[in-house]
DNA sequence: TTGACGTGAGAACGGGCGTTCTCCTACGGT
DNA sequence: ACCGTAGGAGAACGCCCGTTCTCACGTCAA
């Protein structure tokens, strides 16, 4: 098996393992089964734990920014898009198997021990912010509004995991709302 | 030693060592170190360590809110008290040690290992939304205001632990302003 | 054919930790 | 004084898990 593809089953299996289950409480060996990838090959890719959860953390910050990201630029109108970002919140919140922001989560886990782990979380949080505040600059609104808009997305993820509700996503919604009308 | 007194020290203890370090990095012989309990009497007063963590959940939710409380009570004008949440939350942030809502991080850490867990968080969360909705409430404001104040208050929380930063609150506590005003 | 090499399966190692057990000491009632 | 009990210190037990090692097998170059 080519190198490339066992390193893509690996990231496979242990992004739905890592995030299903939390980190600590998922060993390699699960990861190795899940993905088929021999403990071996396994830690030629990956020659520790810590590596493999900053590879998952990282691959996954691409794609879920991507995501949000692809699901905004269906959006033309500028100020709309910027309510597409909590349209695309209500989504994620609602797939199978949600269970709140992996950073978050991460942060809570191993952020007291792991600062590879914290550098990740932030990186993730910063370009999330940067992206927002990107949308609020298009659509020419004042700079200000990006943090207040980050702080009801982050709290609508972490509400949203913790209560297994989509609720949060269409409230802060409602409030970006009047934020932008207000201004 | 009195029962009562050995408890109050374990509780201490795992209350500084949990949320400082994480409940998963800190072992029962942390808590017995750290409180002069011995493991004996430790596992008298807490047969698991789960039950530890359950108590430990507990008195600092009961504390946590107590200490909200005191704080927005000092101010009398029911309008200014929902701010004073926000304001108080900025004292939180700037703490010595502060890392973040434990409750969020317990969340992260074992939401998806321990029911009882979930459910501590799930009861400080709702109580901490219930007291958000009477400030609202006694203000003579719309219900529906309650839940937006509490996205900002959750983000700004999950981002105060992550950046090491008490601006979020400031953040938070303007935008809550502005959604006072615009209803 | 042969031999070096990579690989897979799984055992083995080392350490950590939740929990229990042992043993010894101290003390309180009679 | 004596005995039963509680408690402290810490060893011991099981189990888990990250990481490494063993060994047998297949492959490919010379």
Redesign the pocket.
């Known amino acids: ?1 080519d190198s490339a593809v066992a390193r893509e089953r690996v990231l496979d299996a242990a992004e739905e393992l890592f995030y299903g289950r939390g980190i600590q ?1 998922v ?3 699960a990861v190795r089964g899940a993905s088929g990838v ?4 396994l ?2 890719l990956f ?3 810590e590596q493999l959860v900053e590879a998952y953390l990282e691959r996954r910050d691409e794609r879920w920014r991507g995501r949000l990201a692809a699901h905004v630029e269906r959006e033309a109108d500028p100020e709309r898009r910027i309510l597409a970002v909590f349209d695309w919140l209500a989504e994620w919140f609602g797939e199978e198997g949600f269970r709140g922001c992996a950073w978050i989560n991460s942060y809570g886990e191993l952020g007291a021990t792991s600062d590879r782990v914290v550098a990740q979380v932030r990186a993730h949080k910063r370009a999330f912010g940067d992206y927002l505040a990107s949308l609020v600059a298009d659509a020419g609104r004042p700079a200000a509004l990006a943090a207040p808009l980050f702080l009801l997305a982050e709290g609508a993820m972490v509400t949203a995991g913790i209560t297994g509700s989509t609720r949060p996503a269409a409230e802060a919604r409602d409030a970006a709302r009047l934020l932008l009308e207000s201004r």
Chains 1, 2 share one sequence.
């Open positions: 098996m409480s060993g390699m060996d021999s403990l071996k090959r830690y030629q020659p520790a734990k």
